[in-house]
């Protein structure tokens, strides 16, 4: 099992900078493939992005590319998202959630993960 929590969000203006971490505790040499996910209210959950754990390939949805960086710090087990130049459609809740499958081109987006995190808010105005 693993416990993922979340934490750094909360508001921002436009074009300013946010960043999101993500720790992991439990049985944290289950997973390959840890993503950052949101949501907003009325809409289906959005891969942001997503990198390999065991290396450094990182994935990125075509609405935060450029803007957005996925790094990781295995020392202690976190993942960062590093959000800039924000926009208010980047308004959200941001989960986090790891795999035991590998991250690839094909499915990083797809919310198909083991564990999720309780989410963090995201509000850029």
């Known amino acids: 099992h693993v416990q993922l929590v979340e934490s750094g969000g909360g508001s921002v203006r436009p074009g300013g900078s946010l960043r999101l971490s993500c720790t992991a505790s439990?049985?944290?040499?289950?997973?390959?493939?840890m993503g950052w996910f949101r949501q907003a209210p009325g809409k289906e959950r959005e891969g942001v992005a997503a990198?390999?754990?065991?290396?450094?390939?990182?994935y990125y949805g075509d609405a935060v590319k450029g803007r957005f960086t996925i790094s990781q710090e295995k020392s202690n087990n976190t993942v960062y998202l590093t959000m800039n130049s924000a926009k208010p459609e980047d308004t959200a809740m941001y989960y986090c959630?790891?795999?035991?499958?590998?991250?690839?081109?094909?499915?990083?987006?797809?919310?198909?993960?083991?564990?999720w995190g309780q989410g963090t808010q995201v509000t850029v105005s």
């Open positions: 439990g049985d944290t040499f289950s997973f390959n493939c």
């Open positions: 990198i390999h754990t065991g290396g450094s390939s990182t």
């Open positions: 959630a790891v795999k035991a499958y590998f991250c690839n081109s094909g499915s990083w987006s797809s919310p198909v993960y083991d564990f």
